[in-house]
């Protein structure tokens, strides 16, 4: 069960599909307005888009070695890309209100 | 077929990576900058994923395992600064 055209072409599709993500999560660094939706977009669409392309490119590669090596990639992009984005978050809000106690409406709006 | 596929793939993933250094230039504020170059390495290790699949090449995913923890410590270390820094700029 290696190789062949159909196969290649599936692969390609999923890694397109993957590469179609990533864009969108761009675009929603552009099109939303602040830090906590623009960080909405591109925190979560662009782990999906790198999993699948990770997924697409490990059916191109014929060595067990280097898709595991895509599989510890992407264990680590799923720990690593959420955590990160919330040390971002919570920056922001911190920066935001000056303390996490503080109700946010009134200076969130003014923003 | 394939191949216009995989051409579009990394032509997508090249005008991802333009936007999300739009948004680092342009920025809004500290933290939007911050999350903008978070992305722009992500789109980055996809980038590089997708060429490692398209020209069947592995000489580079040691490099995605390195560039993945890499982006992880610095995007931290700059929140991090961002936070004790606390209002304006």
């Known amino acids: 069960m290696n190789g062949g055209a159909g196969m290649a072409l599936i692969s390609a599709l999923v890694m397109l599909l993957g590469a179609v993500f990533t864009l969108l999560a761009t675009v929603g660094l552009h099109r939303f307005d602040d830090v906590f939706a623009r960080m909405h977009a591109a925190g979560k669409a662009s782990t999906l888009g790198l999993l699948l392309i990770l997924l697409g490119a490990g059916r191109r590669l014929t060595e067990p070695g280097d898709a595991l090596k895509l599989g510890v990639i992407g264990v680590l992009a799923v720990i690593t890309i959420p955590a990160g984005v919330h040390v971002i978050a919570r920056a922001a809000w911190l920066r935001v209100l000056g303390s996490p106690r503080t109700p946010p409406s009134s200076t969130y709006s003014s923003w | ?89």
């Open chain 2, 1 to 89: 077929m394939t191949e216009t596929i995989e051409y579009l793939t990394l032509a997508l993933l090249a005008v991802a990576g333009l936007l999300a250094l739009v948004r680092v230039g342009r920025g809004g504020s500290l933290p939007d900058k911050v999350l903008g170059a978070d992305t722009l390495i992500l789109v980055l290790a996809s980038g590089v994923a997708a060429g490692a699949g398209v020209t069947e090449d592995t000489t580079f995913l040691d490099v995605l395992v390195v560039v993945t923890l890499l982006s992880f410590a610095g995007t931290i270390t700059v929140a991090r600064y961002v936070e004790r820094r606390g209002a304006r700029a």
